[in-house]
T-cell receptor, first 112, second 111 residues
Framework: DADVTQTPRNRITKTGKRIMLECSQT?????MYWYRQDPGLGLRLIYY???????NKGEISDGYSVSRQAQAKFSLSLESAIPNQTALYFC???????????FGSGTRLTVV | AQSVTQLDSHVSVSEGTPVLLRCNYSSSYSPSLFWYVQHPNKGLQLLLKYTSAATLVKGINGFEAEFKKSETSFHLTKPSAHMSDAAEYFCGGGATNKLIFGTGTLLAVQP
C-alpha cells in the first residue's frame, strides 16, 4: 500500500457542487498538507496541519476548507466548486524535522 | 518572506549531455532546500535535499545539487542525461515549517 493515499484519483463535478478529497497516510507523520498544481504555476499550498488540533491557511485557501479527522487523515473540501478550481491536487506529509515530504499520487479534479 | 524561483520553464538536452536546472531562493533564514521530480501522470518523488550538513548534495538517479549561499542558488545537475530523465522538476524550500515550490522546469531529452 502507498504511504500516502488520495481518493478519488479522478473526479468530474459540476459547478456549485460540494466535493471532498480525502487523504490518508501510514507514515505516522504529524504534519499534513494540501497543494494544488496548475500548469506554469507549480504547486501552491492550500492548507496545512501540524497536528489534529492545528489547521493553518496556505497561500490560496479561499474557496476551500479542510478537516483533520485523525493524525492519519486530512480531507479537503470545496463547498461550492467553480471551474477555476480545476487542477491536480496533492496531499503530502512530513515529520517534525520537515526534511522531506511524501506526496500522494494526486487527485485530478475537473469542474464543469 | 521566503521564495523559490526556477529560472527556466523548459530545458531541452540531448541524451548523454549534461543537465543543468537552475533554482534560486530567497529566505531570511537558513533554508532547507529540495528537488522533486514528477514524471507524467505521477506524483512527486524526492530527488535530494539540503539540510546544511554539506553544500554538495547527492541524490537519486545520478543527480546532485550544490548549495551556494553567496549566489542564493541550488542548481540541479547531472553529468549525462538519460531518456528516462524527461520529466518536470520542482525546486522547493522550507524555512518556516512549510514547503514553498518553484513553478517547475520541464526537462526534455532528445535522442
Amino acid at each position: 500500500d502507498a504511504d500516502v493515499t488520495q481518493t478519488p484519483r479522478n473526479r468530474i463535478t459540476k459547478t456549485g457542487k460540494r466535493i471532498m478529497l480525502e487523504c490518508s497516510q501510514t507514515k505516522g507523520h504529524d504534519r499534513m498538507y494540501w497543494y494544488r498544481q496548475d500548469p506554469g504555476l507549480g504547486l501552491r499550498l492550500i492548507y496545512y496541519s501540524f497536528d489534529v488540533k492545528d489547521i493553518n491557511k496556505g497561500e490560496i485557501s479561499d474557496g476551500y476548507s479542510v478537516s483533520r479527522q485523525a493524525q492519519a487523515k486530512f480531507s479537503l473540501s470545496l463547498e461550492s466548486a467553480i471551474p477555476n478550481q480545476t487542477a491536480l491536487y496533492f496531499c503530502a506529509t512530513s515529520g517534525r524535522d520537515q526534511y522531506g515530504y511524501t506526496f500522494g499520487s494526486g487527485t485530478r479534479l475537473t469542474v464543469v | 518572506a521566503q521564495s523559490v524561483t526556477q529560472l527556466d520553464s523548459h530545458v531541452s538536452v540531448s541524451e548523454g549531455t549534461p543537465v543543468l536546472l537552475r533554482c534560486n531562493y530567497s529566505s531570511s533564514y537558513s533554508p532547507s532546500l529540495f528537488w522533486y521530480v514528477q514524471h507524467p501522470n505521477k506524483g512527486l518523488q524526492l530527488l535530494l535535499k539540503y539540510t546544511s550538513a554539506a553544500t554538495l548534495v547527492k541524490g537519486i538517479n545520478g543527480f546532485e545539487a550544490e548549495f551556494k549561499k553567496s549566489e542564493t542558488s541550488f542548481h540541479l545537475t547531472k553529468p549525462s542525461a538519460h531518456m528516462s530523465d524527461a520529466a518536470e522538476y520542482f525546486c522547493g524550500g522550507g524555512a518556516t515549517n512549510k514547503l514553498i515550490f518553484g513553478t517547475g522546469t520541464l526537462l526534455a531529452v532528445q535522442p
